[in-house]
C-alpha cells in the first residue's frame, strides 16, 4: 500500500511511521563508519547492470570516502557473479547482498536507506521503460539516484525527486552519491518533494474514484468532464544534476 500516502512522509499507508529495517543495512565484516546507506532493491538481472555499483564503491574507496555503502536486496541470475566480483574487487566490506527478503520488509528496508539506486543499463530500449520502484521510492520519501534513461528519468527530476546519474557510469554514480551525502539538505528537499508529488498525481484512492466516475460516465452515455488531479499538495522541486546531460533547475510540482 505504498500508493497511499497520508502518513508523514515515511509511512505506508496507514498513516504511521515505519521504523527502519531490522536487517543489517551494511556488511557484517565492515569496518566502515556507521556510512550513508544507497539500496538497490529488486531482480538482480542482466539489464540492470548493478557492475556499475562494484566498479562505483572500489572508487569510493580508493578516494578515501568510508562513509558510503551499497546494499543490493534481492535475488537474480546476476547475484552470486556480483558477491564474487565485489569480493575481488575488495569492495565485499562495502557491498551487501542480504537475498531476498519477504515483501512485507520492504517499507522497512525502504526507511533504513539513504537513497536508493533504479538501474537499467543505457540502451535505447530501456528508455521507454518505467520502473513501477519509483513510485515506491517516492511514497517513502527517499531520494532517488536515478540511472534510467527516457521518460522515467524526466518524471523523477520534473518531481525534484532525484538525481539523474548516467546508465552503466561508475564515475557518475559516485558523483551522485557524494552530493547526497555531502549535502544532507538537499537529499531532504528531494525526499519531501518526491513524498508530495506521489501524494498529489498517483493517489490509490483519487485514481480509483476517477476510474469509477469515468466507467460510469461512459456507462450512461455522458462525456467525461475534466477531472481534477488529486489531492492539491505545494511542492518545490528541484532538477538535481549530477555530472550529466541535464542543466534545469527550476521549480517544478
Known amino acids: 500500500e505504498l500508493f497511499r500516502p497520508e502518513g508523514n512522509g515515511q509511512g505506508n499507508g496507514s498513516g504511521k511511521p515505519v521504523a527502519p529495517s531490522t ?14 546507506v544507497c539500496s538497490y532493491i529488486g531482480t538482480i538481472g542482466m539489464a540492470h547492470g548493478l557492475e556499475v555499483v562494484v566498479q562505483a564503491a572500489r572508487l569510493l574507496k580508493d578516494q578515501g570516502r568510508d562513509d558510503i555503502a551499497f546494499v543490493i536486496v534481492g535475488d537474480g541470475a546476476r547475484r552470486q557473479a556480483l558477491i564474487e566480483e565485489a569480493k575481488a574487487a575488495g569492495v565485499d566490506d562495502r557491498v551487501y547482498f542480504p537475498g531476498r527478503q519477504p515483501k512485507e520488509q520492504m517499507p522497512a528496508v525502504l526507511a533504513a536507506s539513504d537513497a536508493c ?12 521503460v518505467i520502473p513501477s520502484k519509483i513510485f515506491e521510492t517516492m511514497a517513502m520519501g527517499r531520494p532517488i539516484i536515478m540511472g534510467v534513461d527516457g521518460e522515467a528519468c524526466d518524471m523523477v527530476l520534473d518531481a525534484g525527486a532525484g538525481v539523474e546519474m548516467e546508465p552503466d557510469s561508475p ?21 519531501r518533494a518526491g513524498r ?25 452515455g455522458v462525456e467525461p468532464a475534466a477531472e481534477p488531479e488529486g489531492v492539491e499538495v505545494e511542492v518545490t522541486g528541484q532538477r538535481a544534476e549530477v555530472g550529466s546531460r541535464r542543466t534545469e533547475v527550476g521549480a517544478n510540482t
Do not use: M, W
Not at 23 to 36: E, G, W
Not at 200 to 218: G, I, K, M, S, W
Open 171 to 191: 564515475e557518475s554514480l559516485v558523483q551522485c552519491l557524494e552530493k547526497l551525502t555531502d549535502d544532507p539538505t538537499l537529499a531532504t528537499e528531494l525526499s
Open 196 to 220: 508530495a508529488y506521489v501524494a498529489r498525481h498517483y493517489n490509490r484512492d483519487h485514481l480509483a474514484a476517477r476510474y469509477v466516475r469515468l466507467l460510469e460516465n461512459v456507462a450512461g
Open 117 to 128: 539506486l533504479i538501474h537499467l543499463r543505457g540502451c535505447e530500449l530501456f528508455g521507454t
Open 23 to 36: 536487517l543489517a543495512l551494511r556488511p557484517p565484516t565492515s569496518a566502515l563508519r556507521p556510512p550513508f
